[in-house]
């Protein structure tokens, strides 16, 4: 059980940063900023977080009232949530191609980047979810750093990738996928029960 606010503070780090994966974003944006000088590759991190950050801050602000309008509720969005979040989470640890065009401008890299791979259908979804779980407050404050984090691994991406290498990095997506996928089986659960009571 969740008890105090820093573990709520935690749990919700942790599940965001396992959706936003930037982990597996490191390859990818490696590739997208080839040639470009370091203040570059800084600006297009930047760009991706700001991207990313908008759009889950409108979700974790008006996402239950954009749902309410359509008649959505917290218990069937999170079964439907959770079997998304089980969808991606295969998808990453079993490594299956993203359908990314890896060949687009460097100047767009940061907005490949922030939507929609960190920020997708998933981490919409997650973002959410921890509103009506962990709460808006701290669900805030676990977004902020976990988008700060984001940022250091975008602009040290080139970096990061040389020293753990290729195969280390798709190891640990793989790995993040895994617990998403895990993460998402627990969502379903609680929305299944919360139907069925």
């Given at each position: 059980m969740m008890d105090t606010?820093?573990?709520?503070?935690?749990?919700?780090?942790?599940?965001?940063?396992?959706?936003?994966?930037?982990?597996?974003?490191?390859?990818?944006?490696?590739e997208l900023t080839r040639g470009c000088r370091p203040?570059?590759?800084?600006?297009?991190?930047?760009?991706?977080?700001?991207?990313?950050?908008?759009?889950?801050?409108?979700?974790?602000?008006?996402?239950l009232a954009i749902f309410d309008i359509l008649g959505i509720s917290p218990a069937s969005f999170k079964?439907?949530?959770?079997?998304?979040?089980?969808?991606?989470?295969m998808q990453v640890a079993l490594g299956i191609e993203f359908s990314h065009d890896l060949k687009a401008k460097q100047n767009i890299a940061g907005v490949l980047i922030g939507t929609p791979l960190l920020c997708g259908p998933g981490a919409?979804?997650?973002i959410t979810l921890l509103s009506t779980k962990?709460?808006?407050?701290?669900?805030?404050?676990?977004?902020?750093?976990?988008?700060?984090?984001?940022?250091?691994?975008?602009?040290?991406?080139?970096?990061?990738?040389?020293?753990?290498?290729?195969t280390v990095t798709d190891i640990m997506g793989r790995v993040l996928g895994m617990f998403l996928a895990a993460i998402a089986v627990k969502l379903i659960a609680e929305g299944v029960t919360w139907l069925a009571g």
């Open positions: 606010p820093l573990s709520v503070l935690f749990y919700a780090f942790v599940t965001l940063f396992i959706i936003l994966d930037p982990i597996l974003s490191i390859p990818i944006f490696v203040e570059e590759k800084a600006q297009q991190a930047w760009l991706a977080v700001r991207v990313a950050g908008v759009i889950l801050i409108v979700f974790l602000l008006f996402g079964v439907a949530g959770g079997i998304l979040l089980l969808i991606l989470g919409i979804t997650t962990c709460g808006i407050p701290l669900t805030a404050i676990a977004l902020v750093l976990c988008l700060a984090v984001t940022w250091v691994i975008l602009r040290y991406a080139a970096d990061i990738l040389r020293i753990l290498g290729e």
